[in-house]
């Protein structure tokens, strides 16, 4: 009987000179005037991935330059950008999503979704922004409820396209089809704006979180993702409490009891009953010292 794979990537040491050296970088490019959205993911996929170092995240931004130099010249609107994208990526490169990919981390990290090609919608949609970007397109990304995809063109002559589907370019009624079928919403027209790069970065950071809660066993991931997503400029006051949970899991019970009182604080201006449900549970975290 083969042993089980072991779990990817593996459970991290203690955070590291490496890992403090990619926060600054992370939190400096976040707060840049213009953040880099394949620098800001291939950071991510480093903190993930402690074998990613400098030159392989330079081969996965020359890739992704080398994917642009490929697509054709296109001189006419958004439709033909999307069906370029679509030919050299899904036809030709492969580029697609399954149901299996949502079960891998992989599926998150940039340099893996490149090399596999293969990851989360949001993730496939990075690879498609970045490369047409690169190549002159009108393009940015649409985080639709349950379901990211790409956009090219302004509102009045949008054209969207589905990456985790191999660019199949969306027509008629697909994008409420896609919203219904993942929340059964209907499609408003406010969720067909453009997502900035920190959107984008913060939802992809959500989906780690996702995957760690999931697996208890990894709550390595789920703090660093948190951590990270508490460097971005705007984030929900509630992480900290997130994160204070997951340093009490993981028996940092000072620390975590410390961020739990930090957090209460907070909450007190709004909610006393709720802050002081908080500083019971620090103070829990606290006896378990004993």
């Not at 920190?198 to 950071?205: A, D, F, K, S, T």
Request: with cysteine; net charge negative.
């Amino acid at each position: 009987m083969r042993p089980p794979n072991p779990p990817y990537p593996p459970p991290h040491p203690p955070p590291s000179e490496r890992s403090a050296a990619l926060r600054r970088r992370f939190a400096e490019e976040a707060r840049s005037e213009r953040p880099d959205l394949s620098a800001l993911c291939l950071l991510v996929a480093a903190q993930a991935d402690g074998t990613l170092d400098e030159a392989g995240i330079d081969t996965a931004q020359i890739e992704l330059d080398e994917l642009a130099g490929r697509l054709p010249f296109r001189p006419g609107g958004p439709r033909s950008w999307a069906v370029s994208l679509r030919e050299l990526l899904g036809d030709r490169c492969g580029f697609r999503g399954s149901a299996a990919d949502y079960q891998r981390l992989e599926s998150s990290l940039l340099h893996e979704v490149l090399r596999r090609r293969r990851g989360l919608p949001i993730l496939l949609s990075v690879v498609w922004m970045e490369v047409a970007r690169r190549a002159g397109a009108p393009v940015y990304g649409v985080g639709l409820p349950g379901h990211f995809v790409v956009g090219f063109g302004p509102p009045e002559e949008q054209v969207l396209a589905d990456p985790f589907d191999g660019g199949r370019v969306l027509a008629g009624s697909d994008a409420e089809v896609l919203v219904a079928g993942a929340t059964g919403a209907s499609l408003d027209p406010s969720m067909l704006r453009p997502a900035d790069p920190l959107e984008v970065v913060q939802r992809i950071l959500n989906n780690v979180r996702a995957w760690a809660a999931a697996r208890p066993e990894r709550s390595d991931v789920g703090l660093w993702a948190v951590e990270l997503a508490l460097l971005l400029p705007s984030h929900p006051a509630r992480l900290r409490y997130e994160r204070a949970q997951l340093l009490v899991q993981r028996g940092d019970f000072v620390e975590g009891a410390g961020e739990l009182e930090a957090y209460a604080g907070v909450v007190a201006a709004v909610d006393e009953v709720a802050a002081a449900k908080v500083r019971q549970q620090a103070h829990a975290a606290r006896a378990r010292l004993n």
